[in-house]
């Protein structure tokens, strides 16, 4: 059984600009805050999930050791916020990108990542190749 590491969702913050400017239609912004408030990211010793869905549910698993490379996004908006948008390659054929959105301590969480996928790649035996 794996252990939970971590779990957290994006923040409500990312969506000032929509409520900001469709507060008038009261559907619209009820929609995007049900929408980020039942996205949640759980990271374990050897997968990321990520659950998404209001009434119905979609439910992504990345193994650890699939994980390629990272990149993050602090847009200005979200860096005064002290957050940002994380963007996992994976080498899975279904699920090629992974994107977390308005994670507070990005760095602290990338590298976390990146810890337990070097840990996962030891645990499996799992090398990194590249075929140009």
């Known amino acids: 059984m794996s252990k939970i590491l971590w779990k957290s969702g994006p923040s409500q913050i990312s969506n000032f600009w929509t409520y900001l400017f469709t507060f008038w ?4 912004p009820i929609w995007v805050y049900l929408t980020t408030r039942f996205t949640n990211y759980e990271l ?12 119905s549910q979609n439910i992504e698993e990345t193994e650890l050791y699939r994980v390629k490379d990272y990149s993050i996004f602090k847009p200005f908006f ?3 916020f002290g957050l940002g948008n994380l963007v996992l390659t994976t080498s899975d054929k279904n699920n090629k990108y992974v994107r977390l ?3 507070k301590d990005i760095e602290e969480i990338k590298n976390m990542i990146r810890t337990h996928v070097e840990k996962s790649r030891k ?3 799992t090398k990194e190749v590249d075929f140009e």
């Open 78 to 80: 979200l860096r005064i």
């Open 44 to 55: 374990n010793s050897e997968r990321l999930i990520v659950k998404k869905g209001i009434l």
């Open 25 to 28: 239609t009261i559907i619209i």
């Open 101 to 103: 959105f308005a994670i």
């Open 123 to 125: 645990r499996t035996g």
